[in-house]
């Protein structure tokens, strides 16, 4: 079974939004409980993405095939940004898409994308496309914070779940707040962040999907051979290193323990 799992983020655009205040003033001017200014999704821009490509095997072991990620500054606009990672997605049509509230967030930017850049989203992304699921199947596009939730009322954060799963707190660094990056350094550091996004929720997903009995896996191995990649391959910027290093070495702990209950 193979999956791409993604994220993007989003800019504040102040031209939508002056916009859209010259039409209805007041919903423009509407606040939050904090007393910020609201900013209303049709007034962001997708200014980064990234997908996390990886294959799991019957036997439960994992392949990760690759980590693309693509922003504004290195590929000029929104445009660019959507349609090289629709044609990332479309490149791969037996793969599931999974995302983190992406029902909520992901997936209206990327219409609004395409309607006005005029492109077309890949299948998986596509909404009213009929469905048709014996038990047991898997959707094309699986919102993995949907699944969490279940039949509760209360939606968690990724990065509850992540400590829940006894992630470093460290991999969130940044996570919080995002705002449009000035500097080269900043960008780096936006890139890195779409991306540990993408490989924390395939952390995450993989843990809740075991735990479900719908994949076999070695749990404490799949987090120590994901953080021994990203490390590997250098995508992240500084910032992270510390925390895969921390995740490395108490995944590898736990697996020798788990060894030795076994003798």
């Known amino acids: 079974m193979k999956y791409t799992f993604i994220d993007i983020e989003a800019a504040w655009d102040e031209h939508l939004h002056e916009a859209y205040r010259q039409i209805d003033p007041v919903g423009a001017g509407e606040l939050m409980r904090n007393g910020q200014q609201r900013r209303r999704l049709p007034c962001k821009r997708v200014m980064a993405a990234a997908a996390f490509d990886l ?68 299948p998986q992304l596509r909404t009213g496309m009929p469905v048709f699921l014996r038990p047991g199947m898997w959707r094309p596009h699986i919102d993995l914070a949907l699944e969490l939730k279940g039949q509760g009322r209360d939606w968690a954060h990724l990065s509850e779940i992540g400590l829940r799963l006894g992630l470093p707190g460290g991999l969130f660094a940044g996570k919080a707040r995002i705002e449009e990056p000035t500097t080269s350094e ?72 788990q060894e030795a209950e076994l003798v």
Request: net charge negative.
């Open 55 to 122: 294959e799991l095997h019957e036997d439960g072991a994992i392949s990760i095939l690759g980590l693309t990620s693509w922003t504004t500054h290195d590929h000029g606009d929104e445009r660019e940004v959507v349609a090289n990672m629709f044609e990332h997605v479309r490149a791969r049509p037996a793969t599931h898409v999974v995302t983190y509230s992406g029902l909520a967030a992901e997936l209206p930017l990327l219409n609004l994308a395409a309607m006005e850049h005029n492109l077309v989203l890949p």
């Open 186 to 257: 900043e960008w780096q550091a936006m890139r890195s962040r779409v991306a540990m996004d993408c490989v924390l929720t395939a952390m995450v997903a993989l843990a809740f999907w075991r735990a479900n009995g719908r994949i076999q896996l070695d749990q404490v191995a799949m987090l120590h051979h994901t953080a021994s990649w990203c490390q590997r391959n250098a995508f992240t910027t500084d910032v992270y290193s510390e925390p895969l290093v921390a995740l490395r070495r108490q995944s590898l702990v736990q697996i020798v323990e």
